[in-house]
C-alpha cells in the first residue's frame, strides 16, 4: 500500500470555532534574530559530502562588496549554519550608468549537493515550486533587496543573469532575518562524555527549533504545515528540552477542531491564510492524535485538555476498532493506508496492527482518567488484538513477527511490537536480540522516522548499547555527511534517497529526525 496524493473532495469536516480560538491563544510570537552571512564558498566535489558535494571558502563574507559581478557570474553565500527566515542584501551598481535593468537568480540550499541538481531537470511527483529558488528583475539601484518569502537554507547561489556590458552589480550585507518559536540559548544542554553524542544531540536541537514556528512545521522548506507523525515527534523531544506545551496545546486543539465529519482526524493542517484541514487521511496518523494528548498529558497532567480533547481522542479508537475484526486482526484498506515509514518495500500490516495495540493502551490510560464508563470494552479490545498478536503473528520458532499473507519477517513488525509491549519484557529483550542478530544491518528503511523507532525499540527492550550504536550510526553518518540539521529522508545505503523523484525536494531540516534529543535525555542522561 503506498502513499502519494489523496483527493478526497467529497470529504466534509468540522469547524469548532471555541477549539480554533483556543489554537489562536497559543499562538507563538516568533523570535527574530538577524544573522550575517559568514563567507563565500565554491561547490566542490567530496567524497565524504552528502551525494559527493561539499563547498570550500574561497573569502570571508566582508570581501563580498569586492566583487563585481557582470554576465554569467556567481558566487555562494554561506551563512555558517541551518537558518530560516527571511533573506535581504544590499545591491549597487558600478561603472558606466545603469543602462539596463539587473537579471538575477537566487538559489537557496540546505545542503551543498541540492545546488548541484539542476532545478529544470525534477521531474518527481511533487510541485517542483517547492524547489527554493527565485528569478528577479531590478530596473534601479542602488536598493535593498528583501525577498517576501521564508527560506530554509544555509547556502544562497546568487547568478547574475546579465548586467549589461557598461556596469556591473556589487552585493552587501547580506542577512537572514532568522525566525523560531524558541531560542536555544534557553535550553540547559546535557554534557555528554561522548563527544559524537553531543555533536548528535547539538544538531537533533537545531532541527526541532527550526521547526517550531506557527505550528510545529514537519519542515521548514517543505511542507511547513502541522502533521500529525511529525508533531508527537516533536512534541516528545520538546518535552526533553524547550518544554514549550502553548505550541502543543496550539497543535492539538488544531487537529481537534478540524476532523471529517466521520470523525476521522486528517494527517495534516494548514494555517495560512485560515486553518484548513488536509483532505488525506493516514491510519496511523490518525490514531497518534491519542498519542499526543496521552503524552501530553503524561507531560502537563492538564484537565482542561483532557476534558475538550477526549472525545476527538475516543472517536480515533472508534473509527479504528472499526477495522478490527472477529478474531482481534486489523484489517488495513487501501483508502486510509498505514504510513510507518515512505519505503513500500515491506508489508506494513503488523506494524499496523501494533499500532492500534500501541495507542489503545495510551487512550486507556486517558479512559482512567476520565472515569469512562465504556472503559471495560476498551480493555476487553485490546486483549483481543494481542491475543491475536500473540497467537497469530508471533513466530514462536523463529522468534519474530510476522506480517501480510506471506508471513513477511521485517524489522518494522518488530520494531512496533516492542514499542507496543505486547511481549512480556523478557521476550521482548528476545525479540529484539533476535531482530539484531538475524534483521541488522537494516536495510529498504528510508526515513529517520522509522530509525527513530528502531532505535526506541531497542532501548525499551533494554539493549542500550545496540540503541546508541544505531543513534551512531544512522544520525552520526548525517552529521558526518555535513548535516547541520537532520533530513527527512535517509538511506544510509543509498544517500541520494528520495520518495519525490529526485532529492532537490528533500528536506533537510525536517521534524520527525529530531529525536536524539528526546532519546539521549530519557534513556541515556
Ligand atoms: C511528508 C511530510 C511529512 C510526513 C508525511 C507522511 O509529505 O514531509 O513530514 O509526515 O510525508
Not at 556590458?165 to 562524555?193: E, G, Y
Not at 511547513?224 to 514549550?244: C, E, M, P, S, V
Not at 504510513?339 to 479512559?367: H, P, R, V
Amino acid at each position: 500500500m503506498a502513499f502519494t496524493f489523496q483527493i478526497n473532495n467529497d470529504v466534509q469536516f468540522e469547524h469548532r470555532q471555541d477549539f480554533l480560538d483556543k489554537a489562536a491563544n497559543y499562538r507563538p510570537k516568533l523570535q527574530q534574530t538577524k544573522v550575517a552571512a559568514k563567507s563565500l564558498v565554491t561547490l566542490e566535489q567530496d567524497s565524504d559530502g552528502l551525494e559527493g558535494w561539499g563547498v570550500k571558502q574561497v573569502a570571508t563574507a566582508d570581501e563580498l562588496p569586492n566583487h563585481e559581478l557582470k554576465r554569467g557570474d556567481q558566487l555562494i553565500l554561506d551563512f555558517g549554519n541551518h537558518q530560516v527566515g527571511q533573506f535581504s542584501m544590499d545591491i549597487d551598481a558600478v561603472g558606466s550608468p545603469m543602462d539596463a535593468p539587473l537579471f538575477l537568480k537566487l538559489k537557496f540550499a540546505e545542503m551543498p549537493a541540492e545546488l548541484a541538481h539542476k532545478s529544470e531537470d525534477y521531474d518527481g511527483w511533487l510541485s517542483k515550486s517547492w524547489i527554493q529558488e527565485e528569478s528577479i528583475h531590478l530596473d534601479t539601484l542602488p536598493t535593498t533587496l528583501t525577498l517576501p518569502r521564508r527560506y530554509s537554507f544555509r547556502y544562497v547561489e546568487i547568478t547574475v543573469v546579465d548586467t549589461s556590458p557598461k556596469w556591473r552589480a556589487v552585493f552587501s550585507n547580506p542577512t537572514v532575518n532568522a525566525v523560531s518559536a524558541v531560542d536555544i540559548a534557553t535550553v540547559s544542554q546535557p554534557k555528554l562524555a561522548d563527544e559524537q553524542l553531543q555533536r548528535i544531540y547539538e544538531v537533533g536541537l537545531k532541527t526541532l527549533a527550526d521547526c517550531m514556528q506557527d505550528v510545529f512545521e514537519d519542515g521548514p522548506k517543505r511542507d511547513r504545515r502541522l502533521w500529525i507523525g511529525d508533531l508527537r515527534l516533536q512534541a516528545l523531544a520538546n518535552y526533553a528540552t524547550f518544554k514549550d506545551t502553548d505550541l502543543v496545546k496550539r497543535c492539538l486543539y488544531l487537529f481537534g477542531a478540524m476532523p471529517a465529519t466521520d470523525g476521522r482526524i486528517p494527517a495534516n493542517v494548514f494555517t495560512k491564510p485560515t486553518e484548513v484541514p488536509d483532505d488525506t487521511f493516514l491510519f496511523d496518523y490518525s490514531l497518534f492524535f491519542i498519542s499526543i494528548l496521552a503524552d501530553y498529558e503524561a507531560f502537563n497532567s492538564d484537565k482542561a485538555v483532557l476534558d475538550d480533547l477526549y472525545d476527538v481522542a475516543k472517536k480515533q479508537i472508534d473509527v479504528g476498532l472499526k477495522q478490527v475484526d472477529e478474531d482481534g486482526k486489523l484489517v488495513l484498506t487501501e483508502d486510509e493506508p498505514v504510513f510507518i515509514d515512505w519505503s513500500n518495500e515491506f508489508n506494513k500490516d503488523t506494524a499496523g496492527q501494533a499500532i492500534m495495540i500501541y495507542t489503545l493502551k495510551q487512550f486507556i490510560a486517558l479512559a482512567q482518567q476520565v472515569n469512562d464508563p465504556d472503559l471495560p470494552t476498551y480493555t476487553a479490545m485490546l486483549d483481543k488484538l494481542v491475543r491475536y498478536a500473540k497467537t497469530q503473528l508471533f513466530d514462536q520458532q523463529r522468534g519474530l513477527f510476522v506480517s501480510g499473507e506471506q508471513r513477511e519477517i521485517n524489522v518494522a513488525s518488530q520494531v512496533w511490537m516492542t514499542l507496543a509491549h505486547v511481549l512480556d519484557d523478557d521476550q521482548t529483550k528476545a525479540l529484539m536480540q533476535t531482530t539484531v542478530v538475524q534483521l541488522f544491518p537494516i536495510t529498504g528503511i528510508a526515513t529517520p522516522y522509522m530509525y527513530h523507532h528502531v532505535t526506541e525499540a531497542l532501548f525499551e527492550a533494554g539493549l542500550k548499547s545496540e540503541a546508541v550504536q544505531l543513534m551512531k550510526d544512522y544520525w552520526g553518518k548525517m552529521v558526518a555527511l555535513g548535516a547541520d540539521t537532520y533530513w527527512e529522508a535517509f538511506d544510509p545505503s543509498q544517500p541520494d534517497y528520495s520518495p519525490y523523484g529526485s532529492p532537490i525536494l528533500n528536506s533537510y531540516c525536517h521534524a520527525w529526525s529530531c529525536t536524539p534529543v528526546y532519546l539521549i535525555n530519557k534513556y541515556l542522561v
